[in-house]
């Protein structure tokens, strides 16, 4: 009979502890899912940086669904909160005190950083450390660099998209149509880059005529790991072919004044070392890339042999003078290698 007790007493124990809840649960709907955050630096306060969070409406989403779309109508689909510290944790923990739902961080798709606050010594490092070190973070996250303020971009017009960040994250995915933008730039590439002490090149966001651009990229320096300075959509194009990131887009060039489109494909690159000293080094790139001709000119026949001479050498032309266009400046102006040859 005592052992029927005990065996009675051990079964009750051990359903309380299914029966245990987990303590640090919190309902969904009190999360604010924040899928956007825009870090600058504060210049009205006594704390140095200022964050922007951008929170999703639930509500809104559903009324965007329904043809609503977020910032045209009454109940928008997201909001902007902002605050200032010295830190991302302190900035998460003076937000949270300032809005009814607690900031939750898994469905964050892009972090924005000023190019001010990027260019500033092992700064840009320190800040990422916040979000990677969250464990509700994904190293999926995008990274951009702003040119400008950071928070100005999360108040762009929303157009066909429930949100400002859903907007910038279907641009971002457009590098299959055009090669003057880099592809996603991902917290966890970034990552990587940082432990290796390589530099590194970022996707770049610009605001332009009530919209945003997203042509050009920021150049990191991989021991410092401070911004150093931007390339220009045509320069960005070169580092996509020697870096082999060419997924798509238009070559524009030139035959006797007439222009033509070109829609590369696949395009491969091949870079060979020769070394004529412990210092001194040759590097030779060889580029090629295959694709279709989008638009083409009366004059010129496709299917002649000599036609498409002309047309490969004037393709050729523009792809080099952009590569190399990139290469001096890489080497003259920014002293920093991007391009995967060493640091």
């Known amino acids: 009979m005592l052992l029927k007790k005990r065996s009675c007493w051990s079964s009750l124990i051990c359903i309380l502890f299914l029966l245990t809840g987990c303590w640090d649960r919190i309902e969904i709907d009190q999360r604010g899912f924040v899928i956007g955050v825009a870090i600058d630096y504060s210049h009205i306060s006594k704390h140095k940086f200022k964050g922007t969070y951008q929170i999703v409406v639930p509500s809104g989403l559903k009324q965007s669904s329904q043809g609503q779309r977020g910032s045209g109508s009454s109940g928008k689909a997201y909001f902007n909160l902002s605050t200032t510290e010295n830190s991302m944790p302190a900035i998460s923990a003076r937000l949270a005190a ?11 798709k892009i972090i924005i950083v000023s190019s001010e606050v990027a260019k500033d010594d092992k700064i840009f490092a320190d800040l990422l450390d916040f979000f990677l070190r969250n464990n509700e973070m994904r190293r999926s996250v995008q990274i951009l660099i702003a040119d400008g303020k950071a928070a100005d971009i999360l108040d762009i017009p929303t157009f066909n998209e429930p949100t400002p960040i859903d907007y910038i994250t279907s641009i971002a995915r457009n590098d299959r149509k055009t090669n003057y933008m880099l592809p996603e730039s991902r917290i966890g590439d970034v990552h990587e880059f940082l432990v290796k002490h390589e530099s590194f090149a970022i996707q770049t966001v610009r ?18 790991k401070e911004f150093v300075g931007f390339l220009q959509g045509e320069e960005t194009q070169g580092l996509n072919f020697v870096t082999e990131r060419v997924k798509g887009g238009i070559i524009e060039a030139k035959i006797k004044d007439h222009t033509f489109a070109f829609r590369a494909e696949r395009t491969k690159s091949k870079i060979t070392m020769q070394q004529f000293s412990p210092t001194k080094f040759k590097f030779n790139i060889k580029l ?24 490969e050498k004037s393709l050729e032309d523009v792809v080099k003078a952009n590569t190399l266009k990139v290469i001096k400046k890489l080497q003259q102006t920014y002293k920093k290698d991007a391009l995967g040859r060493g640091h």
């Open 207 to 224: 605001l332009e005529e009530k919209g945003v651009s997203m042509t050009g990229s920021a150049i990191f320096d991989g021991k410092t």
């Open 98 to 108: 300032r809005t009814s739902r607690t900031p939750y961080f898994e469905h964050l």
């Open 288 to 311: 090629a890339t295959e694709g279709v001709l989008d638009k083409s000119m009366s004059e010129y026949d496709p299917s002649n042999s000599e036609a498409i001479k002309d047309l």
